[in-house]
């Protein structure tokens, strides 16, 4: 073996998880349009009282994608119920907001979900009224999200725009992981769900 070859794969690795995960943040989207706006950021697993390190960047990628200059009908939505045991993730996303990075926008609490399905069946009434709907988390997972509300809300899948969860450099070490594991869980989804 030639003493370029491991080092080729790993960046080539690093290279495919970076393509996948961008791609996946692009998919199921249309035209940033319209005014008011709803950035639901799902939860992860959270077994204790602190927050825990996904869920502290889902909270600021969901940050970044309410943008700049948002009105004051724009609405940061947590959604995520007490998967792991004692509070539910929704809440514990929302105090981290408020406290550690000070958002002093409009938030709204679902806190009863345990799985994506019922994440988003139970934001669904909580989006009617927003023009544009972003829903952050790592690209594969809220490609799974935006998918599961095209085949809930067909009307309402066409107001899903691209939240801020890609930026070309970040957690790119883990990437390939995230990607890896992006393509187990969205085995579940068609072609076209993955591709539109």
């Given at each position: ?8 794969a790993g960046i080539a690795l690093l290279v ?181």
């Amino acid at each position: 073996m030639r003493a370029w070859t491991l080092p080729a794969a790993g960046i080539a690795l690093l290279v495919w998880g970076e393509w996948l995960n961008r791609r996946w943040s692009r998919t199921v989207v249309k035209a940033d349009l319209g005014d008011s706006r709803a950035v639901v950021v799902l939860g992860y697993r959270n077994p204790s009282e602190s927050i825990n390190l996904i869920n502290r960047w889902r909270v600021r990628a969901g940050l970044r994608s309410v943008g700049t200059g948002a009105g004051s009908d724009t609405v940061v939505v947590f959604s995520g119920g007490s998967v792991g045991g004692g509070t539910a993730e929704a809440r514990l996303m929302a105090a981290y907001a408020r406290s550690a990075l000070h958002f002093e926008g409009r938030i709204l609490i679902e806190d009863q979900s345990r799985t994506t399905w019922e994440n988003i069946t139970n934001v669904l009434p909580l989006l009617e009224d927003a023009q544009r709907i972003a829903i952050a988390s790592q690209p594969a997972h809220a490609l799974k999200a935006r998918a599961y509300l095209r085949r809930q809300r067909p009307d309402l899948a066409d107001r899903l725009v691209r939240a801020d969860d890609y930026r070309p450099g970040e957690w790119t070490l883990l990437k390939p992981l995230l990607a890896a594991y992006g393509l187990w869980t969205l085995r579940g989804l068609t072609g076209a769900e993955r591709r539109q």
